[in-house]
C-alpha cells in the first residue's frame, strides 16, 4: 500500500511494486517494496523543504539496518547530506554520545564540560537545534540512527525535541527499533515512535524470495526441497537465512536438506548474545526451558517449569515472540540451536534433568496421558520413582498402539535402568522391549526374549515370553533359543488340541515353523493337519496362526492338493483382520501359501488395508512390500514386483535372515524370472546367513546358476543345482510352484546338449505340478516341456498350457505361452501365429513387462515407435508421494497423507527427481503424464 502521514507499513511479500519516484533507482533489497515508496516520499518531501520522522522496526535479523542503510543511499541521490550514528547499550551511560556521533564531525556536539545533570532540555535547545537547524540550511538533512532503543538519555531527549519541530524543517530522522528490547520500552523511545509519520515493519520472506536468494548462492539448478527446507528453517528472517546459507557454503557441503541438519547457525552467536545480555533472567529462564522442552511442551508448561509466575511469564514469552526467536507454536524458532547457545553463554545453566522432572512432575500431578509425561522423564538419567516406571510402561504400551515401536523401545529402555537386575519386573520389561524391538531390531529382540526367559519360572509365562517373537526370527536364532522353545512345549505337552490356551498354540505355531526344515519334522507338520480335518477350528488369532504355519508345511512338500489349501488359507484370511503385526506372526506365510496355489483370491486387497495403517515399524513395512511384491508377480507385473522389491531392500527394515525364508525363495524366483541382474546381485549380497537354511541355501544356489553364462560356467553350476535338488527332495520340499530347479537345471541341459536328462527333469516337473495342481504350475511346465521338443509335439504342448493358464491367476505366463506358439506357427508355417502373438503383446502390455513387449513387437513386425516407452518406474510409495506433490500439497500434508514421515518424503522425492530426470516439484506434471499407445487408437 502507498504510505502517507501516519500509515504503518508492513510487507508481506505478495506487494507488486509500485513505480518510485522521479530519479530514484530501485533497491536491490528483496521484497521492500512498499518501504522503500515511503522512503523515497519522505526523501523527495525533505528536499522540498517538508523533513518527517520514520522509525523502522520488527524483530531481530528482519532487516532494519539494511533498510536504513538503502535509506541513505537514496538520500544521497536526491542531495540530502546524511549523518549516521549507532547505539549500543553499553554506551547508555555516555551522554549526548549518540548525538556527537551525529554532529561530532561539525564541530557542533556538546562536550562532557558543558553538559551537567538535569540540563539535557537547556543543552538541546541551546546548542543541539541551532546547529541542526543551520545544518539544514545549507542542505537538507538526513539523520539516520541504528538500534535507537539502545540509546543513551540525553541523546534521546535530543531526538524527540527535534521530532516534533520537523514539520517545518528539511529534516528527516529514520531510526529503527528491535521489538522486545527492553529499551524500546523506555517512554523517550516510545514517544519517538508515537510520533513518528511513517512506522515500517518489514515482513518474513516469502517463498519466492527465499528461492532467489538460495539460487544467488549456489547456482539455478538448486533442488526446490533445499530451498523448501531453507524456508521453514529460517522461518523467512533474512538475517538466519544468510547465516544457514554461509554455513553450508563455509562447510563445502552441497546444498541438499542433509546438509541443513547439520547447521547450527554459530555464525548468529554474536548478534544474540548481545540482544539476549539486556533482557531480564525470566526471559533467559524461558528460553532455556523451551530449549530444554522444545517442541512436546507448550507455554504454560514451560513457563511452570521454568519456576515463572503467570505475570513473569506472559510479559517473557511477549518478549521473546516479539523477538521473533518464539514460533506460533511457541518452540524456539528459527536458529534455535544458535539461541539456546547465546543463552548458555549469558547464564549460569541448569541442569536439563531438572526441567525435565519438573515438567513431568508438573503433567503427572494434573493428571495429563502417560505419554506427555513419559517424553520428559526417558530424557532423565537420574533415578526415577516407582510411578515414574509406570508412567514409561504405560507410555510404551500407547505408543506401540499408535505404531511408534522405536519411541516405546526408549521409554521401556529407560526404565530398565532403574530395575532390578532380577525378577519378574525385569523379565516383564525386556519382553516389552522385545515385541517393541522387533519392528526394527529383530536380533535385539531375540536376545532380550531370552533373557527374560531365564528369570520367568513357570512355563506359561516362559510361552508367554517366546509368543512375542515371529517364528521367522526364530528360525535364524542361536541353538539355544530354539531349544527353549522346544522345552517349553514339551512341559505343556507334546499333543495339545487346537482349542488349547492360545499361548500354547502360538508356542507350538513357533515349534512347527522350526520343524519344516526337519524332514521328519516336516512330514509331521502335514501329519498334523490332516488331524485337524478338514474345518479346523479358526476363532482365535493363535489357531489361524498355527494352521498357517502347517498349511506352508503341506504348500511346501506339496502333500495336499493345491485346491484344499488355498480352501482353507482363504478361510484363515477371511477371518483375520488386516493388520502389519501379522507379519510378526506365521500368518505372515499366508502370501506364500495362496501364490504357491496360484489362488490369491482376496489377498492384495487384504494386504492393501494392512499397508495403509500409519506404521513405523520398518521390519513390517519391508516385509508388507516383499508380500505385495509377491502378489504383483503372482498376477504377472513383473516390472512393478521387480520395484517393490527394490523399494523393500531399500527401506532396510531387515536382511534376509530375518524375513521369511519361503518369501526369499519367491524373490529369487522373480529374480529368475525377469533375468534382472540387479535384484539378483541384491539377493546374492544379503542372502547370506549363519547356520544351513534350507530355503536360503536354496535360494542363493539357484540364483548363482542363474548367472552362468558359458560351458565352464555352466557344468559346475548346473551340479549345485542338481545336488540341491537332491537335498530338497530329501527334505520333502518338492513343490515346483515355489522352487524351480528343475525347469533351470533342464534348461541348462539343454544348453550343454544333454537332451534326454532336460527332458526327464521337465517331465518330473509336470508330474509334481499336475500332483499339486496349481494352473501356473502346471502351464509353465507344459510350455517348457514345449519350448525342449521335436516340432509337432510342441504345438500340442502350447495348446494345453494356454488352456490351463487361462485359469491362472498369473497373466504373464499366458502371455509366454501365447508367444511361444505364435513363433512355432510361423516357424511351421501355420496360420494363426500373428493371433496369438498379438495375445501375447496385449497381455504383456497390461501388465506393463517391457521385455516381453519389445519380444512381441519385434516377432509382429510392428515399429517400435508405435509401442508406449516406459521410463523408470516409481515404487508404489515413490508414485503416490510423487501424484501428491504434483498436486501442490507440502512436504508436511504429504506425510500425514501418506503416513510417513516428513524426512521419508524427502527421500522419496530425491529419487523421484532422479528417476524421471526433472529439477522439481514444477516438473512432475508433465514428467507423470501417462503416455499414449498408438496401438490403441
Not at 521484497?31 to 522509525?55: I, K, N, P
Not at 543543552?123 to 539523520?143: N, T, Y
Not at 504405560?394 to 526408549?410: C, F, M, Y
Request: proline fraction near 5%.
Amino acid at each position: 500500500m502507498t504510505t502517507t502521514q501516519g500509515v504503518t507499513v508492513q510487507t508481506t511479500g505478495t506487494h507488486v511494486p509500485t513505480g518510485s519516484a522521479p530519479g530514484l533507482g530501485r533497491s536491490r533489497l528483496l521484497e521492500r517494496e512498499h518501504e522503500l515508496d515511503a522512503v523515497d516520499e519522505a526523501l523527495l518531501a525533505t528536499r522540498s523543504g517538508t523533513g518527517s520522522l520514520l522509525v523502522i522496526s520488527g524483530p531481530l535479523g528482519i532487516g532494519k539496518s539494511e533498510l536504513l542503510s538503502a535509506c541513505a543511499q537514496r538520500g544521497r541521490q536526491v542531495g540530502l547530506r546524511a549523518l549516521h550514528a549507532r547505539c549500543a547499550p553499553q554506551e547508555r551511560d555516555f551522554e549526548f554520545g549518540v548525538v556527537r556521533q551525529l554532529l561530532g564531525p561539525a564541530g557542533n556536539a556538546p562536550s562532557p564540560e558543558t553538559v551537567g545533570l538535569g540540563q539535557h532540555d537547556l543543552v538541546v535547545r541551546r546548542d543541539v537545534l541551532p546547529a541542526i537547524v543551520g545544518m539544514s540550511a545549507e542542505q537538507p538533512l538526513l539523520i539516520l540512527v541504528d538500534d535507537l532503543h539502545g540509546a543513551d538519555t540525553a541523546s534521546l531527549t535530543c531526538l524527540s525535541h527535534l521530532g516534533g519541530r520537523l514539520a517545518g524543517l528539511p529534516v528527516t530522522i529514520a531510526v529503527t527499533v528491535l521489538d522486545g528490547d527492553p529499551g524500546a520500552e523506555h517512554p523517550l523511545v516510545r514517544e519517538i515512535s508515537d510520533a513518528a509519520a511513517r512506522v515500517l515493519r518489514p515482513g518474513r520472506l516469502s517463498a519466492g524470495a527465499v528461492r532467489t536468494l538460495v539460487r544467488r548462492e549456489f547456482g539455478e539448478r538448486v533442488d526446490e526441497e533445499f530451498v523448501t527446507a531453507c524456508r521453514d528453517k529460517s522461518a523467512g528472517n533474512p538475517l538466519m537465512l544468510t547465516s544457514i546459507l554461509s554455513e553450508v557454503k563455509a562447510a563445502g557441503r552441497r546444498p541438499t536438506t542433509t546438509a541443513l541438519e547439520a547447521v547450527r547457525a554459530s555464525g548468529l552467536r554474536e548478534r544474540l548474545v548481545s540482544c539476549l545480555s539486556v533482557q531480564p533472567p525470566a526471559v533467559h529462564r524461558l528460553i532455556r526451558t523451551t530449549a530444554v522442552l522444545r517442541e512436546s511442551a507448550d507455554t504454560e508448561l514451560v513457563g511452570r517449569a521454568a519456576g515463572l509466575d503467570e505475570e513473569q511469564h506472559v510479559e517473557a514469552v511477549r518478549v521473546v515472540r516479539r523477538l521473533g526467536l518464539l514460533n506460533s507454536e511457541s518452540c524456539l524458532g528459527p536458529a534455535g540451536f544458535a539461541v539456546r547457545a547465546a543463552v548458555e553463554e549469558l547464564t549460569a545453566v541448569e541442569e536439563p534433568e531438572e526441567v525435565h522432572l519438573r515438567a513431568a512432575k508438573l503433567l503427572h500431578d494434573q493428571g495429563h496421558s502417560a505419554r506427555e509425561v513419559a517424553r520428559y522423564l526417558v530424557e532423565m538419567a537420574a533415578p526415577a520413582d516407582d510411578w515414574a516406571l509406570r508412567v514409561l510402561r504405560d507410555a510404551a504400551e500407547a505408543e506401540l498402539e499408535l505404531g511408534a515401536p522405536e519411541t516405546a523401545a526408549s521409554y521401556l529402555r529407560r526404565a530398565l535402568l532403574d530395575s532390578a537386575p532380577d525378577g519378574e519386573e525385569r523379565a516383564a520389561l525386556l519382553v516389552e522391549l522385545a515385541t517393541a524391538e522387533r519392528a526394527f531390531d529383530p536380533s535385539a529382540s531375540v536376545r532380550h526374549v531370552s533373557q527374560s526367559v531365564s528369570m520367568l519360572a513357570s512355563t506359561e509365562e516362559r510361552a508367554a515370553a517366546l509368543s512375542r517373537l515371529s517364528p521367522m526370527m526364530l528360525a535364524t536364532s542361536p541353538a539355544p533359543i530354539t531349544e527353549m522353545v522346544r522345552e517349553v512345549v514339551r512341559d505343556f505337552g507334546s499333543q495339545q488340541e487346537l482349542s488349547s490356551a492360545d499361548r500354547v498354540l502360538r508356542v507350538e505355531a513357533r515349534r512347527r515353523y522350526l520343524m519344516i526344515e526337519d524332514p521328519m519334522g516336516i512330514a509331521d507338520n502335514v501329519r498334523r493337519l490332516r488331524e485337524l480335518g478338514p474345518n479346523p477350528p479358526l476363532e482365535s488369532a493363535a489357531q489361524r496362526e498355527l494352521l498357517s504355519v502347517l498349511l506352508y508345511a503341506a504348500t511346501v512338500t506339496a502333500e495336499i492338493g493345491s485346491s484344499e489349501v488355498a480352501r482353507l488359507a482363504h478361510r484363515v484370511l477371511e477371518r483375520e483382520p488386516a493388520r502389519t503385526e501379522h507379519v510378526h506372526t506365521g500368518l505372515s506365510l499366508l502370501a506364500n501359501v495362496l501364490i504357491g496355489a496360484d489362488a490369491p483370491g482376496d489377498l492384495p486387497s487384504w494386504l492393501d488395508r494392512a499397508r495403509q495403517q500409519r506404521q513405523e515399524d520398518v521390519v513390517a513395512r519391508t516385509l508388507l512390500c516383499t508380500e505385495k511384491g509377491l502378489v504383483l508377480m503372482s498376477a504377472g507385473r513383473l516390472d512393478e514386483a521387480l520395484s517393490v522389491m527394490r523399494e523393500a531392500i531399500e527401506l532396510g527394515g531387515l536382511g534376509w535372515e530375518h524375513g521369511n525364508s519361503g518369501t526369499l525363495l519367491t524373490v529369487a524366483f522373480l529374480a529368475l524370472e525377469t533375468g534382472d541382474r540387479d535384484l539378483t546381485d541384491r539377493v546374492l549380497e544379503r542372502g547370506v546367513v549363519p547356520g544351513n537354511n534350507v530355503c536360503v541355501t536354496a535360494a542363493m544356489r539357484l540364483l548363482k546358476g542363474s548367472v552362468a553364462t558359458d560351458s565352464r560356467e555352466l557344468g559346475p553350476a548346473l551340479q549345485r543345482i542338481l545336488d540341491l535338488g537332491q537335498q530338497l527332495d530329501r527334505w520333502g520340499m518338492r513343490n515346483p510352484a515355489l522352487c524351480p530347479w528343475r525347469g533351470l537345471a533342464a534348461k541348462m541341459h539343454h544348453r550343454l546338449g544333454e537332451v534326454d536328462e532336460a527332458h526327464l527333469l521337465i517331465e518330473q516337473e509336470y508330474e509334481l505340478a499336475r500332483n499339486w495342481g496349481a494352473p501356473v504350475a502346471i502351464g509353465r511346465a507344459l510350455r517348457r516341456y514345449a519350448a525342449l521338443s521335436d516340432k509337432g509335439e510342441d504345438l500340442r504342448l502350447l495348446r494345453e498350457a494356454i488352456s490351463v493358464l487361462k485359469e491362472s491367476a498369473n497373466r504373464i505366463e499366458l502371455a509366454r505361452a501365447h508367444l511361444l506358439f505364435g513363433r512355432r506357427l510361423r516357424e511351421a508355417g501355420r496360420s494363426g501365429a500373428d493371433r496369438h502373438l498379438r495375445e501375447a503383446r496385449g497381455i504383456a502390455i497390461e501388465c506393463g513387462v517391457q521385455r516381453l513387449i519389445d519380444r512381441a513387437t519385434a516377432e509382429l513386425g510392428v515399429p517400435a515407435s508405435s509401442v508406449p516407452a516406459r521410463g523408470p518406474l516409481l515404487t508404489p510409495s515413490e508414485h503416490q508421494v510423487a501424484m501428491l506433490a504434483r498436486s501442490g500439497r507440502t512436504n508436511e500434508e504429504i506425510a500425514r497423507e501418506a503416513r510417513i514421515t516428513s524426512r521419508t518424503v524427502e527421500k522419496h522425492l530425491t529419487k523421484i527427481y532422479r528417476k524421471l530426470g526433472v529439477g522439481g516439484r514444477a516438473e512432475l506434471a508433465d514428467a507423470l503424464a501417462p503416455p499414449h499407445d498408438p496401438a490403441s487408437s
